[in-house]
C-alpha cells in the first residue's frame, strides 16, 4: 500500500519567515495530494491540494510544488503569521480506488513571535 | 455547504462498556464515509470504509467485531466500540465523501470525538 513519509516533525520559525515541509510517498499511480491544517483537539482542514498533471499551485502565502519523478511533494508557506501555528498533514490518493486517503506523519509549526 | 457534525464530542466510559458514535452529513448526501483514529501526536489512521447499506470495509488490524460500523442511510453512519479498554482511549474522526465530482470527491471531517476509556 501507499506509504507516505513527511518531514520535519517539529518546525519552528520567526514570525514573517518562510515554512516549507516536505512528503515523499510510494505509490506512483497516486494522483491527488491534498494538505491539511489541523489545531490541537480540532478537525482537519484542507488548505490546498494539487493534482499529478500539476507541478505548482499557490494560494496566497500557500504554495505546493510537486515534482511526479521523484515523488515528492511540498508545502511552502510564506510571511508565517502566529495563527499558522497548528499540524500540518500531507497526504496522497489514487482518486477512482476508493479514494482513501494516506497520511504523513505530521508537522507540529510553531510560529514565533 | 459541506458538513459533517458528529456526537458525542467527548464521552468516557468504563472499562468493558460500549460506546457508539454518530456521525452526520447535514446538508448533503454521503454515499461513502471514513472513520479514522488519531493517537496523541500521531496521524490520522484509517480505520474503514462506511458505505451506505452495505458492510463495511476495514483496514488491515482493524477489528471488525470490536468497531462495529453501521451506515443505514446516506446521512448517517455510526461506529460502535464494542468492550472498550484503556487502549481503544483516541480522537475518533469520521469524515464523509461528497460525490458527484469529476476528478475527486472530497472529504469533509467531523469536529472529532475524544473517547477516554477508564
Known amino acids: 500500500g501507499e506509504n507516505v513519509e513527511q518531514h520535519p516533525s517539529t518546525l519552528s520559525v520567526q514570525e514573517g519567515d518562510s515554512a516549507v515541509i516536505k512528503c515523499t510517498y510510494s505509490?506512483?499511480?497516486?494522483?491527488?495530494f491534498p494538505w491539511y491544517k489541523q489545531e490541537l483537539g480540532k478537525r482537519p482542514q484542507l488548505i490546498i491540494d494539487?493534482?499529478?498533471?500539476?507541478g505548482e499551485k499557490k494560494d496566497q502565502r500557500i504554495a505546493v510544488t510537486l515534482n511526479k519523478t521523484a515523488k515528492h511533494f511540498s508545502l511552502h508557506i510564506t510571511e508565517t503569521q502566529p495563527e499558522d501555528s497548528a499540524v500540518y498533514f500531507c497526504?496522497?490518493?489514487?482518486?477512482?480506488?476508493?479514494?482513501?486517503?494516506?497520511f504523513g506523519t505530521g508537522t507540529q509549526l510553531k510560529v514565533e513571535l | 455547504g459541506a458538513v459533517v457534525s458528529q456526537h458525542p464530542s467527548r464521552v468516557i466510559c468504563k472499562s468493558g462498556t460500549s460506546v457508539k458514535i454518530e456521525c452526520r452529513s447535514l446538508?448533503?448526501?454521503?454515499?461513502?464515509m471514513f472513520w479514522y483514529r488519531q493517537f496523541p501526536k500521531q496521524s490520522l489512521m484509517l480505520m474503514a470504509t462506511?458505505?451506505?447499506?452495505?458492510?463495511?470495509?476495514?483496514e488491515q488490524g482493524v477489528e471488525k467485531d470490536k468497531f462495529l460500523i453501521n451506515h443505514a442511510s446516506l446521512t448517517l453512519s455510526t461506529l460502535t466500540v464494542t468492550s472498550a479498554h484503556p487502549e481503544d482511549s483516541s480522537f475518533y474522526i469520521c469524515?464523509?465523501?461528497?460525490?458527484?465530482?469529476?476528478?475527486?470527491?472530497?472529504?469533509?471531517f467531523g469536529p472529532g470525538t475524544r473517547l477516554t476509556v477508564l
Open positions: 462506511s458505505n451506505e447499506g452495505s458492510k463495511a470495509t476495514y
Open positions: 497526504a496522497s490518493i489514487l482518486t477512482g480506488g476508493g479514494n482513501k486517503l494516506t
Open positions: 505509490d506512483s499511480a497516486s494522483n491527488y
Open positions: 469524515s464523509a465523501e461528497v460525490g458527484g465530482r469529476s476528478f475527486y470527491n472530497e472529504q469533509f
Open positions: 494539487i493534482r499529478s498533471n500539476v
Open positions: 446538508d448533503f448526501q454521503a454515499t461513502t
